[in-house]
């Protein structure tokens, strides 16, 4: 077989891990599913209110604050915090008891110090007083970054009534947004600056939650199986920044890896023209492990908390290609012909040439496969 039809077969396998990677990796950006818990109509909501009647029977009934939510300005100041900005507002009706405290908290914020609520508005409309409250609050939540750079989140704001335990039960405002549908985006500013993020849809969702203290209130019945209104945002990164940043220096590294494997030569004359030595490949991986590792450590520092993601295994795949090439060249160099030593000094070093991109492709393959 000529050289040119191995270099071929070399090439078309390359070509096709790389396109069944491109198309999972589109598929993945293209699809998105609906949460199917979402709240949708005032339907649903009485729905988990009548589930929560018959699970408290011993209540003498549960009140409802209609509330809605509009965020101005959303972004990622942690791997695991995120800041909001915008205004909420609830609906009180008038014959609601005066002990009722007119307000709510964010249970996930954290440093308090910084959060910053005041009234922006107070409104009578009819026979319901409308509070609207500007705020400014950051929340912790856990993230799965797990499939980085093409993973997607979904960023909520879980609010409780001022006065908890009052079994007082948040409701969505339905009426105050013209859609609240699936693959809606509402109660966003639509000048929002997303930055690395794209905005898949809004929605209201209940979140059951479960407490193993009644907070030293006797008569507490939100320590189990009671709907928290949560405001939620989902969120997809957009691949082309993480793409520049992280795949580009990876790919143009293991284009100058595979380019010291196709100096290696027996040929002097050809060694003396490429400036080809032991010492020379080696030095040039070594610069390459550390330009790789730089920027494997950048991608730690923003994902400080989270596990290995997908895009680290391609750093591994290239650390693992240094290693093999450097020592691919210093076996080359040794002149030891015997055994399984042979394959390298076959025709200059082909078969570790020709056998390069097919396998690193083909563990990039393996790995979205695994991933997605």
């Known amino acids: 077989m000529s ?39 005032q339907a649903q909501v009485d729905a988990v209110m009548e589930a929560c009647v018959k699970m408290h029977p011993d209540q003498a009934g549960f009140l409802t604050i209609p509330t809605g939510v509009f965020i101005q300005s959303l972004e990622f100041v942690s791997a695991s915090d995120v800041n909001f900005t915008g205004y909420v507002w609830q609906r009180y009706a008038m014959d609601l008891p005066p002990t009722v405290t007119r307000g709510l908290v964010f ?18 409309d009819g ?17 799965d970054y797990s499939r980085y750079p093409l993973d997607r989140h979904d960023v909520w704001l879980r609010l ?12 969505p405002d339905f009426n105050a947004y013209r859609s609240t549908a699936k693959g809606e985006a509402f109660g966003l500013d639509q000048k929002i600056v997303s930055g690395l993020w794209q905005i898949n849809e809004t929605f209201f969702g209940y ?10 209130i006797p008569d507490y ?53 490429f400036g080809f030595s032991t010492s ?25 908390d989270a596990p290995i993601v997908y895009i680290e295994q391609y750093y591994f795949v290239i650390y693992v290609a240094i290693l093999m090439v450097a020592l691919n060249v210093y076996l080359f160099t040794s002149g030891n012909q015997r055994g399984v030593f042979r ?30």
């Open 3 to 41: 050289h040119r039809t191995l270099w071929f077969i070399s090439l078309t396998l390359s070509l096709l891990f790389v396109a069944g990677t491109g198309f999972i990796w589109h598929g993945e950006v293209a699809t998105y599913e609906s949460d199917p818990q979402q709240l949708l109509n």
């Open 107 to 124: 249970p996930d914020e954290i440093e308090s110090a910084m959060t910053w609520t005041r009234e922006a508005y107070r409104r009578r």
């Open 127 to 143: 026979d319901v007083e409308v509070i609207g409250w500007y705020f400014d609050v950051t929340v912790r939540q856990p993230f």
């Open 160 to 171: 409780w009534h001022a006065d908890f335990d009052k079994n007082i039960i948040l409701t």
């Open 207 to 216: 979140q059951h939650a479960d407490y193993d203290t009644n907070f030293g």
């Open 221 to 273: 019945v939100g320590q189990e199986h009671f709907p928290e209104l949560h405001f939620n945002v989902v969120v997809s990164r957009r691949f082309l920044n993480a793409f520049i940043v992280n795949l580009i220096p990876l790919f143009i590294v293991a284009i100058l890896l595979m380019s010291i494997l196709l100096t290696t030569t027996a040929d002097k004359e050809k060694a003396e023209t």
């Open 280 to 304: 020379g490949a080696i030095g040039a991986a070594s610069a390459l492990f550390f330009v790789v590792m730089l920027g494997h450590i950048q991608l730690r520092e923003t994902l400080t």
């Open 343 to 372: 394959v390298l000094t076959y025709e200059h070093n082909l078969i570790p040439k020709l056998i390069y991109f097919p396998a690193i492709t083909a563990s990039l393959f393996a790995i979205t496969v695994r991933y997605f």
